[in-house]
């Protein structure tokens, strides 16, 4: 357990964060109300630097190659590891922040600040980096900043997600998404359709495949699709065919078997129709989290040293996914969710937007930037927990 000289230091920061949290808030309220898409992060981009700058932090805008990547560094007593606190701030098409991720935003940020403003330099060996990270939702900005290096000397990562409760650990599913093209032969449905090779009747197969196929899945899959193309107009025996399918599952070994059950579908669907096909997976993988119990451990021990409490799991959620999954299968990594909105209220919904700017994400911000904060000093002041952390990521023995 981590203690003494560490511990003493913790009341300073938390109170570093209630002077800050007036500020914090209206920058979140700031964010939320302006919200911008995955890579056009650019008024986020520009309020989180400017206050990160002002209060101290050593300020890189535009890193790995992303107009509105950023990374701050609050410097510490000479060389040692690197602890990342990562920042999103990127919302969702046409309902906004209902993601939450102007809280994730200035959790992070108000993290970094509050150790620059209580500490000035940090009183350990290492460096705590809040890295900002635009595109979650969709485009896996952190896969991009990780190919660009971004995390190469990073020793071991955080950040919190708001949610309708607390809980330290959650799984995230992983996910490959692919496309599935129908090639068959137009002719006029009503006087040669013995002469056509219908691409919609693959398609529409190919659902009714995968609907038989869920059956046999784990609980935890998801399966879903669209008809990106379906034919032209109904007197062409449709040539062309597209459907868009994201395939969800707990582990990467599960989501590999799930792609190649679903190519199998795809295939079946083609010789039953007479077409060809061609299965294209997206290059980028989402990965699922990789727990990481000590670090974990280290987070919810500072919650209650806040006085914030962990909430039992609600059981009635299924699990998202993340590109932070990624990050977590390179380095030592944790991804807790913070309530910032009543039990039951579901992620990417409009009501989640309203509590994403209520006095209850306010609450969920501070104790997320103190906690964040906190743990990434323990990681600084006990390199045995570091190494606790690390031991863990490379044993992979949970779960
Ligand atoms: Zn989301
Ligand atoms: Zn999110």
């Known amino acids: 357990m981590v203690s003494g000289p560490v511990d003493a230091l913790k009341p300073r920061i938390a109170a570093a964060v209630d002077r800050l949290a007036d500020e914090l808030e209206a920058l ?3 964010i939320h109300d302006h ?29 790995g190659g992303l107009s509105t990547a950023f990374r701050a560094t609050i410097d510490g007593a000479g060389p040692g590891p690197t602890i990342a606190i990562m920042a999103e701030y990127d919302a969702l098409p046409g309902i906004g922040h209902a993601c939450g991720h102007n809280v994730i935003a200035t959790a992070g940020t108000g993290a970094g600040v509050a150790l620059a403003v209580a500490l000035g330099t940090l009183p350990f060996p290492g460096r705590v980096q809040v890295i900002g990270t635009p595109a ?18 990073v020793d071991a990562a955080m950040m919190i997600h708001g949610r309708c409760g607390t809980q330290v650990w959650r799984p995230t599913l992983g996910i490959i998404k692919v496309k599935a093209e129908f090639y068959g032969k137009a002719t006029h449905a009503a006087s040669w359709p013995w002469r056509g090779v219908n691409a919609l009747n693959a398609v529409i197969q190919l659902f009714v495949a995968l609907d038989q196929m869920r059956q046999q899945l784990r609980p935890d899959a998801r399966v879903h699709g669209i008809i990106v193309k379906g034919g032209e107009q109904p007197n062409i025996i449709p040539e062309y065919t597209r459907a868009d399918f994201y395939l969800r599952a707990l582990t990467r070994d599960d989501v590999d078997e799930l792609a190649r059950r679903f190519t199998a579908c795809a295939d079946g669907a083609a010789v039953a129709t007479g077409c060809r096909v061609e299965v294209t997976p997206d290059p980028t993988i989402h990965e699922p989290m990789k727990p990481n119990g000590a670090m974990a451990a ?20 299924g699990y ?43 609450a969920g911000l501070v ?9 990434a000093l323990d990681l600084l002041a006990a390199p045995e927990k570091l190494k606790e952390a690390q031991d863990e990521f490379a044993g992979g023995h949970h779960r």
């Open 28 to 30: 979140s309220h700031r």
């Open 136 to 153: 979650e939702e969709g485009g896996a900005g952190k896969v991009k900043l990780m190919e660009a290096g971004v995390f190469k000397d």
């Open 35 to 63: 919200p911008e898409l995955a890579f056009k992060e650019e008024q986020a981009h520009a309020w989180l630097t400017e206050f990160l700058a002002k209060h101290g932090a050593r300020v890189e805008r535009a890193v």
């Open 367 to 375: 104790a997320g930037a103190k906690a964040l904060a906190l743990t």
């Open 320 to 362: 998202g996914s993340t590109d932070c999954g990624n990050v977590s299968q390179a380095l030592p990594t944790i991804h807790p969710y913070i309530r910032i909105a009543p039990d039951g209220v579901p992620g990417h919904s409009r009501e989640f937007a309203e509590w994403a700017r209520s006095p209850m994400a306010r």
């Open 298 to 317: 280290l987070f919810e021990r500072n919650l209650g040293l806040i006085g914030f409490s962990v909430d039992p799991d609600d059981g009635e959620a």
